[in-house]
Each structure stands twice: as C-alpha cells, then as structure tokens.
C-alpha cells in the first residue's frame, strides 16, 4: 500500500510518499515522477518520510525518475529517509547518484 | 528483444572464435543465474530486498528456462534470499546457455559450427554473423561508463553482469579499466541481484585462494 501527496515549493515538485514502494506500487510512483516531467516541472523531490519500506523494484523508479528529471534539465532528490531505508539507499550506493537531504527544507535550500 | 542471458552470452564469446572467454565454470553460472533473475525482475514477476526474493506475478514470460525458473520459484515453500536462488538456480546453467545460445542462432545472431580436434572430440563453435546486437550493448555499456549522468537500471544490470565475470576487459582496455574503475564500482552496486552475484563468485574465488594457499603450505 502506497499513497501519493503533491504539492510545489518555488520550482520543486514535492512528491510525498507515505507506505510500501515495491514491485506493486512502483509503477504507480514511476507514472507520477513521468507526469510530473512531462508536464514541464523536472525539479523533484520525492519526500519519504512517511516511507516504510523499498525494494530493488522501488529503487530501480528512483533511478528511472532520476534519469528522466536529468535528461529534461532538472533533477530528481530524495529527503528525510527512515533509518531502515537510509540504510538500503546507501548500502546500495545511490547516494552517491541522487541527491540525498535529511529534511525537506535541506532539499529545497539545495535546490534554490 | 534480447534478454539479459542473451545479452551477457554475446558479450562472453568471442566474437571471431565463436568459442567463450575463459571464465571459470563456477563464475559462469552464478552470472547467468542473475542475468536469469533480472530478467524475471524487469519483467515485474519478482521483486527483491536484502533479505528476501518475493514473486509478484506467476505470469510466463515466454522464456522457457527462466519460466521453468519462475514456476520453481512460485512453488517453493521456502522464503529464499536472492543468493541463495541465485545457487540454486546456477545448477541449471548448462541448459539457461544452451537454449540462449539456440535463440540467438535461431534470429540469426549467431551461427552454431561443429569442429573436431584430436580427430575424436566435438566441440561447437558460435561465431556472430550479425554483431549488431553486440555492439548495442557495448555502446551501452561504453555510454554509462565514460559518463556521469545517471544510469539508465538496464543498462546498470549489464554492466554488474559483465564486471562480475570481469569481461569488462573486453570492451576497454586495462588502462581504461584503472581510470573508470571508480565508476564501474558505483554501477555495480546500484542492482541487488548484481551485487549478490558478485558476492557468490567472491567467496568462491577467496575458497579457492584459501584452499590453494593450503595446499602451498
């Protein structure tokens, strides 16, 4: 189970994601992170504090969505992680590919 | 469209030889378990974390071994690790590369010949008649490695699968290879499967070290 929040700061599209992004829901997360590009905004930040939990199918969005953000001349960040997914992202290596803030406010600092 | 398996036997013959690199059996077979895997997980059957491989959906992907795989996978009563399917799943390997390498004959990739040696001996040969599938995938590969943009997960999987049997040398050379190394470690990191893939051929190189080391003294 997975839900979506929306909302913008300046340029930044601020995803919330709240529950599971797996196999099942991370198709709906890719399809949103795709609308948001394509309708113009490839500023994102996907805000997981409400996360609970990722898979390799959940990580293989961020970095699809990434890439896509890249490609439009934006950039796709990540912010306020749980210590059990932090601990995925990094022992995985995507910190070093996506950006990475400990709070919301961090990330949209950085981005300004 | 090729498969993973496909795309890592092509990368693991040699092109005018049509015979494979040398790469240890044990390496081969771990590497060709995940290509396996990571075409089940692209196609959304299965997904993984750390601890656990979970199946999603027990849809054939119209691959005979790796749905003969995923059929295994849905009827185990065990929870299994991604390294742990991925020795088990090594056992097949003989048969994953024989029916990859009769589909890449059968679209015209590849040709299959038969030579003799020692008059007695077969053995069979795959040279390539149509590289251009190939050197799509070396492009690929090339593409992310020489680049700091972000990688697109297909092209991520290749490359953990060729750095895992260390073909790498094949596509770069070994001064290459020094100066992206910092960059082939950050990809290969970046898929699960992967990374567990290398893990299962370094701990049998490090036996087979110990063992020799042993064996010295």
């Not at chain 2, 590849?110 to 795959?126: C, I, M, T």
Request: proline fraction near 3%.
């Amino acid at each position: 189970m997975m839900n979506i929040g929306e909302e913008k700061a300046d340029s930044v599209v601020i995803v919330a994601i709240e529950g599971r992004v797996d196999g099942l829901t991370a198709p709906e997360l890719e399809n949103r992170i795709s609308e948001i590009v394509d309708r113009g905004d490839a500023q994102v930040l996907l805000d997981c504090a409400g996360m609970t939990y990722v898979s390799s199918a959940g990580l293989r969005i961020f970095l699809t969505g990434a890439r896509k953000c890249q490609q439009n001349g934006g950039n796709l960040m990540i912010c306020s992680l749980q210590p059990d997914c932090k601990s995925v992202i990094e022992t995985s290596g995507f910190h070093t590919v996506i950006d990475c803030h400990d709070t919301r406010e961090a990330a949209l600092a950085a981005a300004s | 469209m090729l498969t993973f398996v496909d795309e890592i036997l092509l990368l693991m013959l040699d092109d005018e030889k049509g015979s494979f690199l040398p790469i240890r059996e044990s390496t081969m077979g771990y590497v060709l378990a995940g290509a396996v895997l990571m075409d089940l997980a692209f196609a959304n059957r299965i997904d993984t974390d750390p601890n656990q491989l979970m199946v999603l959906d027990k849809t054939p992907i119209g691959h005979s071994p790796h749905d003969r795989i995923l059929e295994n996978i849905t009827s185990s009563d065990e929870t299994k690790d991604t390294k742990a399917w991925i020795e088990t799943i090594s056992r097949e390997a003989g048969e994953i590369r024989e029916q990859s390498l009769t589909s890449l004959v059968d679209t015209g990739i590849l040709e299959s010949q038969e030579e003799k040696f020692l008059w007695v001996f077969r053995a069979r040969r795959y040279p390539t008649i149509d590289g251009r599938a190939e050197r799509e995938v070396k492009l690929r590969i090339t593409g992310v490695l020489l680049s700091d943009e972000t990688p697109d997960p297909k092209d991520v999987a290749i490359i953990c699968l060729a750095d895992a049997c260390n073909i790498l040398r094949d596509v770069f050379s070994d001064r290459e290879i020094n100066r992206i190394r910092p960059r082939i470690d950050q990809i290969r990191k970046l898929d699960l499967i992967g990374r567990e893939v290398s893990g299962a051929i370094q701990e049998i190189e490090q036996a087979i070290m110990a063992a020799m080391t042993h064996a010295h003294h």
